[in-house]
């Protein structure tokens, strides 16, 4: 019994080898010299020409249905469509590297009729230099006092040997100054100075550097702050929970100059007005202002109040000042 099922098996493996060989030589095989080019490092905005050939391992027609890249930064140029059994081609590829920064990874799909591997995957790998370095290349000021000064230094280190010039930094926003210095060649440093001359949560700004390289024409460079007023409350915002039902929800509210200099207010606004009501003195003029705030409940269930008291004041610089207001009733 032991003999007749070393035989069965024996015979299935020879039927099965048989069956392979038959298949293999009955269809055409795809084979690439390589399936990863590792082109090291590149310029920014540099034309890299690569290759790779293609060979038909099979016994019949190799067609090639298609040949996509994964980006338009990757154009294909093949010298066939067709490889005859045991013939070689070449699929050359030019790959711009764009203006990305550090390691890159781009894959080009090969399709053809292979049977077995119809669908195969060239990966193309490599490290793009910067041909200018900006660092940092974003400034966040963090929490900024309007009308006061606050500087910043950013660094240009040119990448490239031929020599490149900083022709130019500048900014459109008066809040902003800039100027640049030349360290030697290969590093410049532009000097920014921030003198904000307005209130803004969330600025935003940037400056432009143009240099004389084509690739790397013009440069921007992201600022961002938060600008905070001379007026000011006590705190960032008002947190009031209910104690009771018969206890009326009231606090009071101090806003402030840092400075000193007495403002008037002009008007004071809430965004609930039948939640959340306001009161102060009107178009008196001194350095501290109170605000009564009254929280009103129109139900005697649990109830979230949220909302933001408008101080608008006779401040060219600081016409308005928000404060937020969170209540549980």
């Known amino acids: 019994m032991k003999i007749k099922i070393s035989t069965l098996i024996i015979v299935l493996l020879v039927f099965a080898t048989i069956i392979f060989y038959h298949y293999r030589k009955t269809y055409p095989q795809i084979k690439l010299s390589c399936e990863q080019i590792n082109f090291g490092t590149a310029d ?74 119809d669908t195969k995957v060239i990966k193309i790998k490599g490290i793009i230099k910067p041909s ?62 921030m003198r904000p ?35 000011n409350s006590k705190t960032n915002g008002i947190f009031l929970t209910s104690k009771g039902a018969d206890i009326p929800l009231e606090d009071n509210i101090v806003i402030s100059s840092e400075s000193n200099r007495p403002f008037k207010i002009v008007s004071i606004l809430s965004t609930d007005p039948n939640a959340i009501r306001v009161r102060t003195e009107i178009n008196k003029l001194k350095s501290t202002h109170r605000i009564h705030l009254e929280i009103i409940a129109d139900t005697d269930e649990v109830k979230k109040v949220s909302g933001e008291i408008k101080v608008y004041t006779d401040r060219k610089d600081q016409p308005v000042v928000t404060i937020p207001v969170y209540a549980i009733l």
């Open 132 to 193: 200018i370095l900006i660092s940092p290349n974003k400034i966040d000021f963090g929490r900024v006092k309007n009308k006061s000064i606050e500087k910043r230094k950013i660094d240009i280190y040119i990448k490239r040997d031929e020599p490149v010039i900083i022709e130019q930094v500048a900014s459109s926003d008066t809040n902003l100054h800039v100027s640049i210095i030349k360290i030697n060649n290969k590093m410049y440093r532009v000097e920014l100075i």
């Open 197 to 231: 001359n307005t209130v803004e949560e969330k600025y935003q700004s940037e400056i432009q550097i143009t240099t004389s390289l084509k690739e790397r024409r013009n440069i921007t460079v992201p600022i961002i702050a938060k600008i905070t007023g001379d007026i």
């Open 44 to 117: 920014q905005d540099q034309t890299l020409k690569l290759s790779i050939k293609v060979a038909n391992r099979g016994n019949k027609l190799l067609k090639i249905n298609n040949v996509i890249p994964d980006c338009g930064c990757t154009v294909v140029k093949s010298d066939f469509c067709e490889l005859k059994p045991g013939k070689i081609g070449n699929v050359n590829l030019q790959y711009n590297t764009g203006k990305g920064e550090g390691p890159v990874e781009k894959k080009v799909t090969i399709i053809s009729n292979d049977p077995i591997n």
